[in-house]
């Protein structure tokens, strides 16, 4: 009788064998101790995979994984999340000093540039816009949070919040920025 191939008795052991070519192997394996032996060691190397032991990344190589990942952090991008904390701010600050929903000045503002056209124009409808839209982020946050939690905090707490989030965002990228040394 010939001895089974190491390729049938490792498909036999992960199971890979048609219902036929897996009883002809198992009556095989029952008149050959050899293969027998061999079908023993195939199935507990079989077992051993399917429960693989992890190991712990040596420290050096950890560090090393850790330090690429974090330099993958570009430049630019800090750069960018600091403008628009920046941006977030200037914002916030005008709101809370403006009015810019009631306020005359805006709204002279307002009238003119729709006369005169231009850049100028161009410049008040942006800013026009941008306040709109965060007065209306503002207010999207207030009624969250008349909902969810029942707490009424007002449009303008909100913004001051939303200031020292902002003031808290650039200080953290400002100090990251600083400690890789603004390179690039």
């Not at 070519?21 to 199935?43: V, Y």
């Not at 090393?64 to 960018?80: A, E, F, G, H, K």
């Not at 003031?167 to 990251?176: E, G, H, Q, W």
């Amino acid at each position: 009788m010939d001895c089974l191939s190491e390729e049938k008795l490792s498909a036999y052991a992960e199971g890979s064998l048609s219902s036929i070519e897996r009883a002809i192997i198992r009556d095989h394996l029952i008149l050959c101790p050899r293969c027998q032996k061999k079908s023993r060691e195939f199935h507990r190397l079989e077992k051993e995979l399917e429960r693989p032991v992890l190991v712990p990344a040596p420290a050096k190589i950890r560090r090393s994984v850790m330090r690429q990942i974090s330099s993958d952090v570009s430049y630019y991008s800090s750069l960018t999340a600091l403008a628009a904390a920046a941006f977030v701010f200037v914002v916030t600050t005008l709101y809370l000093v403006f009015d810019f929903a009631n306020n005359s000045i805006i709204r002279t503002f307002q009238k003119a540039s729709v006369d005169s056209g231009g850049i100028v124009s161009a410049i008040i409808k942006a800013i026009s816009t941008t306040f709109k839209w965060f007065y209306s982020l503002l207010n999207t946050a207030n009624i969250f949070l008349k909902t969810l939690l029942q707490i009424d905090a007002g449009v303008e707490l909100i913004a001051f919040f939303s200031l020292g989030f902002s003031l808290m965002l650039m200080f953290f990228i400002y100090t990251k920025l600083l400690r890789k040394g603004w390179k690039k």
